[in-house]
């Protein structure tokens, strides 16, 4: 260890149940690789949090849900911030850095009903809940007998307005509900064939602000290279085409036995337009695939879906 530990930590974090439970991993995780550190959770309600009544894409995209925790660290008060990756905006600030991604968990979008099996069975005029334009244009493609509306707040926020009887059903990440022990909700996971993750989504990152090599000295082993290389790529897509919470894009990296599958799509919110792509290569040669993949979506005219999407944003 060519690095000194210091005597105390501070992880910045949202103080949303899921958040907290991916800030208490971090620290149970770096307690056991630093027994001597004092690992402390500073909890802080962001304006993501606060701002419940209007979509993301109105008020400012995912920034909301990380600016307070930069000023946390850039203050001093926090030595890092851990965020669930997709909520992370795709250029981050000058004066910080992602300096780990941890191993991720099931990517995947899940389907939560206390009524119906899959999103197959709902009758038309159904009400489905989801926060995500992505969602949206996929739900809209292939069930336009469905009537889709916001769905915002905490994941116990969204259960609850559903068991109240707000929404037939509602789409979620099956990754917060399995990591906080509610895996029974989910009643279909569906296939990314059918609903192609967001960039990022499943893992788990880890911020820090520019110039501290002792910090990321001592993040180094939470980092899971397979997880980090796909969500680069990821990101590097999503990146290239502006992606926001404005943008219905999905860009998804599942990597096994040294190859890399690299699928990625933007549709417009109605889910009428559509550009797709799905590409494999080595991991070797994953930077290329990256490019190959921007350009199948700019050959398909993404430019254009994406002026539509804003236009009306």
């Not at 905006?89 to 979008?109: K, N, S, T, V």
């Not at 219905?248 to 417009?268: C, K, N, T, W, Y």
Request: with cysteine.
């Amino acid at each position: 260890m060519n690095f000194s530990v210091p005597e105390k930590l501070v992880i910045a974090s949202r103080e949303s149940p899921l958040a907290m439970w991916q800030a208490e991993h971090v620290r149970d995780r770096l307690k056991a690789l630093y027994p001597a550190c004092d690992v402390q959770i500073l909890g802080m309600t962001t304006r993501g949090d606060q701002i419940l009544d209007r979509a993301l894409s109105k008020v400012g995209g995912k920034g909301l849900f990380v600016k307070e925790l930069e000023v946390a660290m850039s203050e001093g008060r926090a030595d890092l911030a851990v965020h669930s990756l997709k909520d992370v905006p795709m250029e981050l600030p000058d004066g910080f850095d992602l300096a780990a991604i941890l191993e991720r968990e099931d990517p995947r979008d899940a389907f939560v009903s206390s009524v119906y099996a899959n999103l197959s069975e709902l009758p038309a005029g159904s009400i489905v809940g989801t926060s995500s334009l992505r969602r949206q244009a996929m739900i809209a493609q292939r069930y336009p007998h469905l009537e889709i509306r916001p769905l915002r707040g905490n994941l116990g926020t969204r259960l609850r307005k559903l068991d109240e009887g707000e929404y037939a059903a509602i789409i979620l990440a099956a990754a917060g509900l399995k990591r906080l022990g509610m895996p029974e909700r989910i009643r279909a996971i569906l296939d990314p064939e059918d609903s192609l993750p967001a960039a990022g989504q499943g893992a788990m990152a880890i911020e820090i602000p520019a110039g501290r090599p002792e910090i990321a000295a001592i993040l180094a082993p939470l980092n899971h290279t397979d997880t980090a290389l796909s969500v680069h790529a990821e990101r590097v897509v999503s990146r290239a085409f502006g992606g926001s919470c404005q943008v219905p894009l999905a860009a998804h990296v599942e990597i096994a036995d040294g190859q890399a599958r690299f699928r990625a799509m933007i549709a417009s919110v109605d889910g009428v337009n559509v550009a797709k792509a799905d590409m494999s290569a080595s991991v070797q040669d994953l930077d290329q695939l990256t490019k190959a993949i921007i350009q199948s979506l700019e050959d398909q005219d993404a430019a254009a879906i994406l002026a539509a999407c804003r236009s009306v944003a």
